[in-house]
């Protein structure tokens, strides 16, 4: 079965600062990665997805099969960026079956 | 791109009553579409999922069931709510072809007393 590890409920960072947001998962097939993003009062959102291997709002992740990762990362954090941030995996069977991590909360200290 | 309209966006219900949660889509058509419910501490559960009329398939067993009358319209019933059923419940709809996002609702707070 398909899971998704966010091992950080919290993130803290000072603005101007690199952040890193952690995502793991464990799948046997090959997997597409999300990362979807809630900011306050706000529907969710996709923000990024590895196959497009874009970078929106100066944030990038990186598919690692290897370590099965998919880290978020920007390297200044700007406090706009404060926000819920979730981790999303869809298997080979297309988005029937999104599975998503617990999520990430990023506050960005002035 | 897809529009999708859940309501009621806001409910307090007592324990032991009904429950209806509403879905449409638009701008899209053949949809799948999710329910969701989001927890703190939890990130979001996937409750159901339909890739089509009448199809259902239920990630978890609980007090809550769905239906999908038409193409875009998707809904979260309970027979009688529990004080558990309490919580934010997102619908979300998506392609089935790989590669495509999922997009979500604004989301319907659910208070059972």
């Known amino acids: 079965a398909q899971r998704v590890t966010q091992p950080e409920k919290l993130l803290s960072v000072f603005k101007g600062a690199p952040v890193e947001l952690k995502c793991n998962y464990s799948?046997?097939?090959?997997?597409?990665l999300f990362w979807y993003v809630q900011y306050s009062r706000q529907r969710l959102q996709l923000l990024l997805r590895?196959?497009s291997r874009e970078s929106i709002k100066g944030f990038t992740a990186d598919l690692n099969k290897g370590e099965t990762s998919f880290h978020l990362k920007k390297p200044f954090a700007q406090e706009e960026d404060s926000a819920m941030y979730y981790c999303?995996?869809?298997?080979?069977?297309?988005?029937?079956?999104?599975?998503f991590g617990a999520g990430t909360r990023l506050t960005v200290k002035p | 791109s897809q529009t999708i309209h859940q309501w009621p966006a806001t409910l307090v219900q007592p324990v032991g009553s009904p429950l209806s949660l509403e879905c449409t889509v638009e701008?899209?058509?053949?949809?799948?579409l999710y329910w969701y419910r989001q927890a703190a501490g939890r990130g979001l559960q996937l409750l159901f999922y339909?890739?089509?009329?009448?199809?259902i398939s239920s990630e978890v067993p609980q007090n809550l069931s769905a239906s999908r009358p038409q193409d875009r319209q998707f809904i979260l019933s309970s027979k009688k709510l529990l004080l558990s059923d309490s919580g934010f419940y997102l619908c979300?709809?998506?392609?089935?072809?790989?590669?495509?996002?999922?997009?979500f609702g604004e989301g319907s707070w659910l208070t059972v007393v």
């Open positions: 999303a995996l869809s298997g080979d069977g297309g988005n029937n079956d999104m599975r």
């Open positions: 799948y046997s097939g090959s997997p597409e």
């Open positions: 590895h196959i």
């Open positions: 701008g899209t058509s053949n949809p799948n």
């Open positions: 339909s890739v089509g009329i009448g199809q």
């Open positions: 979300a709809c998506g392609r089935g072809s790989s590669g495509n996002t999922i997009y």
